[in-house]
């Protein structure tokens, strides 16, 4: 057998803007802050940081003020908690980030699991899959780590900017919560919350569909016609097919999909090949589920790439790069890291509009570009004051400029609005920038200095045609749809629109990143800054895919389950010997302190979002302005 290449980061970023920085880890994280702690780890040092000595209790930990004075409360937080340094160059003071699993003062067990449980995770995905179900993959801590990693590269470029930052804080539950946003504002929309399937749901013929000859399938259509000429060609009642799109056209917003098992009897009556065709002639797009194997043959896998690419262009040295603004310190208060900075994206749905979010959440000012009359998802249903809730859990306070960027004078419109901006963020189809003329050397030309950002589904990995870039295509043919699956085993995405989550936050640390780069002096040139849904999957799926010559790869953390107790449903961790026939003679709540006292996870599932507000427990990381608006997930001090 042919070895394969070595397991090393293939690291795209040409600009290290970590470099001279010193990462510094516990020696043994609690287990359920693993995944979030490796993950900050892989990126950091993806960045340029180098590991420095691990700290823990009684090893004199470090500090981000440069002192290594034993701090005995730091190691003995109520609940799972754990501190990561990251120590700034030439002994340059640096920043603790303290990730705790839930919010501070909650002492109770944590895993994945139990936060899936807990903040609603598990019954969305569960919606398409007959009931609150765990995920088969650490996607919080993935989560989680990602914004843990946000918090550090902001806390970083805040020093570099006149205000050091000693201290970030980071929940994995703030993270999740934050994250879900869209759902949670759908689910407590003042004008008409959206309904929601409650447990029992009804199990329903969804994709993916299986072909005659037992190829599992994804299907994606933007609109509705070449949906009709599909299932049409494939011999569908006309009413079943009229009936389905509805559901299909919002499975990722509502996380569920009730189509007509009709659809899926026809497509089981046709080899894959032949559904190719018509798919090919109709203007539909289909994609066979890939499993982790083949996943693993991948370049971008076999080579361990970033999940972004952070690139430095040559500098027009006839035009200047103008000073960059910095922070203002307001009295009483210590200012954003980013304050003072402007953020310009042409983004829709939902991985930009969730990238420039969290920028904005960070300081920045954030102007939007929109089609004259405004984004259409400004008006999908629920509402929340006359606009959709979704849109504007994603798109609060920032500003909007409609422009039609397909004049000329749209155009110009952009460029003038970029002339002032540090950030130009953008979703566009591949080569639609360089059609529009507003590719980065375009705007280079009107704004020296600036960072150009895309974030993309499939960014420039060159491994032939693949489909339409939405978040279940991408699960399909990325592997995710083979660690989360249907309660009877079958490889299925998520309807739950996880990559587009998990990649809005990627976009958005890249673009922190590269505003380190420009500030540290890492960079001269022009930046350019690429991130993809393709790329978050890597991150996902990182654990299993690391091991190229064994073919099960790294296993997975064992997950935890679901079980009904006396009056409701609990969620367990891995460690629990309990029976089911046990759980159900007793409610949750006497189950609950027994497993705590034991020290094993376990909590409650929450199956309705709109009690997500109003739990105590986590009511204090919510705003309301006609729905529920989740706060953002760290705080700096």
Same mark, same amino acid.
Request: net charge neutral.
């Given at each position: 057998?042919?070895?394969?290449?070595?397991?090393?980061?293939?690291?795209?970023?040409?600009?290290?803007?970590?470099?001279?920085?010193?990462?510094?880890?516990?020696?043994?994280?609690?287990?359920?802050?693993?995944?979030?702690?490796?993950?900050?780890?892989?990126?950091?040092?993806?960045?340029?940081?180098?590991?420095?000595?691990?700290?823990?209790?009684?090893?004199?930990?470090?500090?981000?003020?440069?002192?290594?004075?034993?701090?005995?409360?730091?190691?003995?937080?109520?609940?799972?908690?754990?501190?990561?340094?990251?120590?700034?160059?030439?002994?340059?003071?640096?920043?603790?980030?303290?990730?705790?699993?839930?919010?501070?003062?909650?002492?109770?067990?944590?895993?994945?699991?139990?936060?899936?449980?807990?903040?609603?995770?598990?019954?969305?995905?569960?919606?398409?899959?007959?009931?609150?179900?765990?995920?088969?993959?650490?996607?919080?801590?993935?989560?989680?780590?990602?914004?843990?990693?946000?918090?550090?590269?902001?806390?970083?470029?805040?020093?570099?900017?006149?205000?050091?930052?000693?201290?970030?804080?980071?929940?994995?539950?703030?993270?999740?919560?934050?994250?879900?946003?869209?759902?949670?504002?759908?689910?407590?929309?003042?004008?008409?919350?959206?309904?929601?399937?409650?447990?029992?749901?009804?199990?329903?013929?969804?994709?993916?569909?299986?072909?005659?000859?037992?190829?599992?399938?994804?299907?994606?259509?933007?609109?509705?016609?070449?949906?009709?000429?599909?299932?049409?060609?494939?011999?569908?009642?006309?009413?079943?097919?009229?009936?389905?799109?509805?559901?299909?056209?919002?499975?990722?917003?509502?996380?569920?999909?009730?189509?007509?098992?009709?659809?899926?009897?026809?497509?089981?009556?046709?080899?894959?090949?032949?559904?190719?065709?018509?798919?090919?002639?109709?203007?539909?797009?289909?994609?066979?589920?890939?499993?982790?194997?083949?996943?693993?043959?991948?370049?971008?896998?076999?080579?361990?790439?970033?999940?972004?690419?952070?690139?430095?262009?040559?500098?027009?040295?006839?035009?200047?790069?103008?000073?960059?603004?910095?922070?203002?310190?307001?009295?009483?208060?210590?200012?954003?890291?980013?304050?003072?900075?402007?953020?310009?994206?042409?983004?829709?749905?939902?991985?930009?509009?969730?990238?420039?979010?969290?920028?904005?959440?960070?300081?920045?000012?954030?102007?939007?570009?929109?089609?004259?009359?405004?984004?259409?998802?400004?008006?999908?249903?629920?509402?929340?004051?006359?606009?959709?809730?979704?849109?504007?859990?994603?798109?609060?306070?920032?500003?909007?400029?409609?422009?039609?960027?397909?004049?000329?004078?749209?155009?110009?419109?952009?460029?003038?609005?970029?002339?002032?901006?540090?950030?130009?963020?953008?979703?566009?189809?591949?080569?639609?920038?360089?059609?529009?003329?507003?590719?980065?050397?375009?705007?280079?030309?009107?704004?020296?200095?600036?960072?150009?950002?895309?974030?993309?589904?499939?960014?420039?990995?060159?491994?032939?045609?693949?489909?339409?870039?939405?978040?279940?295509?991408?699960?399909?043919?990325?592997?995710?749809?083979?660690?989360?699956?249907?309660?009877?085993?079958?490889?299925?995405?998520?309807?739950?629109?996880?990559?587009?989550?998990?990649?809005?936050?990627? %976009? @958005?640390?890249?673009?922190? *990143?590269?505003?380190? /780069?420009?500030? $540290?002096? +890492?960079?001269? &040139? !022009? #930046?350019?800054?690429?991130?993809?849904?393709?790329?978050?999957?890597?991150?996902?799926?990182?654990?299993?895919?690391?091991?190229?010559?064994?073919?099960?790869?790294?296993?997975?953390?064992?997950?935890?389950?679901?079980?009904?107790?006396?009056?409701?449903?609990?969620?367990?961790?891995? %460690? @629990?010997?309990?029976?089911? *026939?046990?759980?159900? /003679?007793?409610? $949750?709540? +006497?189950?609950? &302190? !027994? #497993?705590?006292?034991?020290?094993?996870?376990?909590?409650?599932?929450?199956?309705?979002?709109?009690?997500?507000?109003?739990?105590?427990?986590?009511?204090?990381?919510?705003?309301?302005?006609?729905?529920?608006?989740?706060?953002?997930?760290?705080?700096?001090?």
């Amino acid at each position: 057998m042919t070895s394969a290449p070595p397991l090393s980061p293939l690291t795209t970023s040409e600009a290290l803007p970590l470099d001279g920085h010193l990462v510094h880890l516990p020696p043994t994280p609690p287990a359920g802050l693993a995944t979030a702690t490796e993950v900050v780890r892989d990126h950091l040092t993806r960045l340029g940081a180098r590991l420095g000595a691990r700290f823990g209790p009684g090893s004199g930990p470090w500090h981000g003020s440069g002192s290594t004075a034993p701090v005995r409360d730091r190691y003995a937080p109520a609940g799972p908690e754990t501190v990561i340094g990251l120590g700034g160059p030439h002994n340059a003071p640096g920043t603790d980030l303290i990730l705790r699993g839930w919010p501070a003062g909650d002492p109770t067990p944590f895993d994945e699991t139990t936060a899936q449980a807990a903040t609603g995770l598990m019954a969305l995905h569960g919606r398409a899959n007959g009931g609150p179900r765990p995920l088969g993959t650490d996607y919080l801590g993935t989560l989680a780590g990602t914004v843990a990693t946000q918090a550090l590269l902001a806390a970083a470029l805040s020093g570099l900017r006149g205000t050091p930052v000693r201290t970030a804080r980071v929940g994995v539950a703030q993270a999740a919560l934050f994250s879900l946003g869209p759902y949670v504002a759908a689910a407590t929309a003042g004008d008409e919350p959206e309904e929601v399937p409650s447990p029992p749901y009804r199990r329903a013929a969804r994709p993916p569909f299986v072909s005659a000859d037992g190829v599992r399938f994804e299907v994606e259509a933007l609109e509705v016609q070449p949906w009709r000429d599909f299932w049409k060609a494939t011999g569908a009642p006309a009413k079943d097919i009229a009936n389905s799109w509805r559901a299909f056209a919002s499975r990722s917003a509502r996380a569920a999909s009730p189509l007509i098992t009709t659809l899926a009897q026809c497509a089981a009556r046709h080899r894959f090949a032949e559904l190719l065709l018509l798919a090919e002639r109709t203007g539909m797009a289909l994609c066979a589920l890939r499993t982790l194997a083949d996943r693993r043959a991948d370049s971008d896998v076999r080579y361990d790439d970033d999940p972004w690419e952070l690139r430095e262009l040559p500098r027009d040295d006839g035009l200047p790069t103008p000073p960059h603004p910095a922070a203002r310190p307001r009295p009483g208060s210590l200012p954003l890291p980013l304050t003072g900075l402007t953020v310009v994206e042409s983004t829709r749905h939902v991985q930009g509009p969730l990238a420039t979010s969290v920028l904005r959440a960070l300081g920045a000012r954030v102007i939007r570009i929109e089609q004259p009359g405004g984004d259409p998802s400004r008006g999908a249903a629920p509402l929340a004051g006359g606009v959709s809730a979704r849109f504007a859990v994603l798109n609060a306070g920032k500003e909007v400029r409609e422009t039609d960027i397909r004049t000329a004078a749209g155009r110009r419109a952009v460029a003038e609005t970029v002339a002032e901006a540090d950030v130009f963020l953008h979703s566009w189809a591949p080569g639609e920038a360089a059609r529009l003329r507003l590719d980065e050397e375009d705007l280079a030309r009107v704004r020296p200095g600036l960072i150009y950002a895309w974030a993309s589904a499939w960014d420039r990995a060159p491994d032939g045609p693949r489909p339409p870039g939405t978040d279940p295509m991408v699960q399909a043919w990325s592997g995710v749809a083979d660690t989360v699956r249907t309660p009877d085993g079958n490889p299925a995405p998520s309807l739950v629109t996880l990559l587009d989550l998990l990649g809005g936050h990627i %976009a @958005a640390e890249s673009v922190l *990143a590269a505003l380190l /780069a420009r500030e $540290s002096g +890492a960079a001269t &040139g !022009r #930046l350019r800054v690429d991130s993809s849904l393709l790329g978050a999957s890597r991150v996902l799926l990182r654990p299993q895919l690391r091991g190229l010559d064994e073919s099960p790869g790294t296993p997975p953390p064992a997950a935890g389950s679901v079980t009904p107790t006396a009056d409701g449903l609990i969620a367990v961790g891995a %460690a @629990a010997t309990t029976t089911p *026939a046990e759980f159900a /003679a007793a409610p $949750s709540a +006497a189950w609950l &302190g !027994r #497993l705590h006292a034991a020290g094993i996870p376990a909590r409650e599932v929450v199956t309705d979002l709109a009690a997500l507000p109003r739990d105590p427990a986590l009511s204090a990381y919510f705003a309301h302005d006609g729905c529920a608006r989740p706060t953002p997930p760290w705080s700096f001090s």
